[in-house]
T-cell receptor, first 115, second 110 residues
Framework: NAGVMQNPRHLVRRRGQEARLRCSPM?????VYWYRQLPEEGLKFMVY????????ESGMPKERFSAEFPKEGPSILRIQQVVRGDSAAYFC?????????????FGNGTRLTVT | EDQVTQSPEALRLQEGESSSLNCSYT??????LFWYRQDPGKGPEFLFT???AGEEKEKERLKATLTKKESFLHITAPKPEDSATYLC???????????FGTGTRLTVIP
């Protein structure tokens, strides 16, 4: 049983470049969540998606960040024109049902470093 | 304002020395409280969900309890492999996401 798969594990980008983070949920899971973890801070919710739909993006910065979960393929978190403050670990989680009914299962994250 | 506070920030125990981790929360309408374990370089691993005051859940050396203001994660006779950061998270009624505390970093010394 493959868990939540995230790639790449590590990503280095120069300021101004684009970062694309990928997440394949657990088999059978159609609910995907993205969280960001800064050093010495807790996990912060960014966005909740179901297939082809953004359900809640209340935690996502209004500019430069976008997310999608297409009918086929992984979920993508895209950060345009990265800045040093974007350096963090980005975690994807998936669940069988909305989080109120089913626990979240996390991937091992993508560590983004902006130089 | 919603808040989740975990204490202590760090805890060092001798192997076999039982203790408790605390998670205090302030949230308007609790739907559920979650405990996760996170190892360095890994994603959080789900441990427990608690839904109502008085509820208890157990798994091996861990027991989680819930009151109206806080949750405890009791660790009985810990082993070095229990060393990890333990995260507490709450879900508000009607919310789509979990709100996490900053964790307790547990080190168990052989």
């Amino acid at each position: 049983n493959a868990g939540v798969m995230q790639n790449p594990r590590h990503l280095v980008r120069r300021r101004g470049q684009e970062a694309r983070l990928r997440c394949s949920p657990m088999k059978g899971h159609s609910h995907v969540y993205w969280y960001r973890q800064l050093p010495e801070e807790g996990l912060k919710f960014m966005v909740y998606l179901q297939k082809e739909n953004i359900i809640d993006e209340s935690g996502m910065p209004k500019e430069r960040f976008s997310a999608e979960f297409p009918k086929e393929g992984p979920s993508i978190l895209r950060i345009q024109q990265v800045v040093r403050g974007d350096s963090a670990a980005y975690f994807c989680a998936s669940s069988l049902a909305p989080v109120r009914d089913s626990p979240l299962h996390f991937g091992n994250g993508t560590r983004l470093t902006v130089t | 304002e919603d808040q989740v506070t975990q204490s202590p920030e760090a805890l060092r125990l001798q192997e076999g020395e039982s203790s408790s981790l605390n998670c205090s929360y302030t949230v308007s309408g609790l739907r559920g409280l979650f405990w996760y374990r996170q190892d360095p370089g890994k994603g959080p691993e789900f441990l427990f969900t608690l839904y109502s005051a008085g509820e208890e859940k157990e798994k091996e050396r861990l027991k989680a309890t819930l009151t109206k203001k806080e949750s405890f994660l009791h660790i009985t006779a810990p082993k070095p492999e229990d060393s990890a950061t333990y995260l507490c998270a709450v879900q508000k009624t009607g919310a789509n996401n979990l709100f996490f505390g900053t964790g307790t970093r547990l080190t168990v010394i052989p």
